[in-house]
């Protein structure tokens, strides 16, 4: 069982940074992939950024390709997403979500979710 809080959000204006962060609990964190997505209202969830279990391999979708950066610290139990020159279109809820297989995670079927946290990015 792999639990995940997700907290960072907030309300920003357009050109500015947030860093999420995915706090996990759990012995067997270090060994899961981890994925951030988020869904804006009326939309279907979209994948964002997603990290393997070491750090060492990381993916992004292109609409966020060069501003977020994605990163863990497995001694901490944390995933984080820093996210630069954020545009009002970032505006959603952004979750982390938890899988054993880093493909699984790319496919947005992970096994644990995050309740979310709302990022708002305003023009």
């Known amino acids: 069982q792999v639990l995940l809080v997700e907290s960072g959000g907030g309300l920003v204006q357009a050109g500015a940074s947030l860093r999420l962060s995915c706090a996990a609990s759990?012995?067997?964190?270090?060994?899961?992939?981890i994925g951030w997505f988020r869904q804006a209202p009326g939309k279907a969830r979209e994948f964002v950024a997603a990290?393997?279990?070491?750090?060492?391999?990381?993916y992004y979708a292109d609409s966020v390709k060069g501003r977020f950066t994605i990163s863990r610290d497995n001694a901490k139990i944390t995933v984080y997403l820093q996210m630069n020159t954020l545009k009002p279109e970032d505006s959603a809820v952004y979750s982390c979500?938890?899988?054993?297989?880093?493909?699984?995670?790319?496919?947005?079927?992970?096994?644990?979710w995050g309740q979310g946290t709302q990022v708002t990015v305003s023009s």
């Open positions: 979500a938890a899988d054993p297989d880093y493909y699984t995670v790319l496919r947005t079927s992970c096994r644990y």
């Open positions: 759990g012995r067997t964190f270090s060994s899961y992939a």
């Open positions: 990290i393997n279990w070491s750090g060492a391999v990381t």
